[in-house]
């Protein structure tokens, strides 16, 4: 068990420009979340993936925003057309179902300027 | 929608102190995790407890489910328990579980 991984860790951008994170889960996770926090804020839920099914989407998922798992392993974060309020600190979670219980672990983000 | 709500907002305190936080919310939940947020902005894992005690080292929570509150005890402090404390729920009957975090809890131990 290596633990969530996401790359890169830090991104500077500017403005108008397209970005893409990457998310690895723990191998055996069939669940993963997207979450983003700005400062000062706890995190805040974006979407969410059954293997490569994407089944949930927050409304703070705008049409700039797409995100896939396309073998339902690691995920993929898109934001095209970057604006400065999409700086914040992206992070990614994966968990898996058991026994009625599910505990969410978390990478250690992706953190975005948009200059 | 659910509402999660930490006490104190800020907290201060010398190294071997004690403290609780506090975390309530407003509907029943399935699951609710204490995270601790380190100055790096890692989310690290302390506890799974919808409801229950449970205890690992210096660290205890509490869920009263029925009251809807979870308390976190830190016993002796020590100044890497500094950083930002949340809990998140997940709202019983929700179609996903995504995490509802509360407002969170920002600690600063003094040496």
């Known amino acids: 068990d290596t633990g969530v991984s996401q790359n890169p860790r830090h991104k500077i951008t500017k403005r108008g420009q397209n970005v893409t994170f990457r998310c690895d889960p723990i191998?055996?996770?069939?669940?993963l979340y997207w979450y983003r926090q700005t400062l000062g804020q706890g995190p805040e839920f974006l979407t969410y993936f059954q293997n490569e099914a994407q089944l949930e989407k927050s409304r703070l998922l705008s049409d700039r925003f797409s995100a896939e798992r396309p073998k339902g392993s690691f995920s993929t974060l898109e934001i095209q057309r970057t604006e400065q309020g999409d700086s914040a600190m992206y992070l990614c979670?994966?968990?898996?179902w058991g026994q009625g219980q599910e505990t969410q672990y978390f990478g250690p983000g992706t953190r975005l300027l948009v200059l | 929608g659910i509402q999660v709500e930490q006490s104190p907002p800020d907290l201060i305190l010398q190294e071997g102190a004690n403290s609780t936080l506090r975390c309530n919310f407003s509907?029943?939940?399935?699951?609710l995790q204490w995270f601790h947020q380190n100055p790096w902005g890692q989310l690290i894992n302390l506890f799974y407890i919808p409801s229950g005690t449970k205890q690992n080292g210096r660290l205890s929570a509490t869920t009263v489910a029925t009251e809807r509150y979870s308390l976190l005890y830190i016993s002796s402090s020590q100044t890497t328990d500094s950083g930002v404390y949340f809990c998140a729920v997940t709202h019983y009957g929700g179609a996903t579980n995504k995490l509802i975090f509360g407002t969170g809890t920002l600690l600063a131990v003094q040496p």
């Open positions: 509907d029943s939940v399935n699951n």
């Open positions: 979670a994966s968990s898996s």
């Open positions: 191998s055996e996770h069939n669940r």
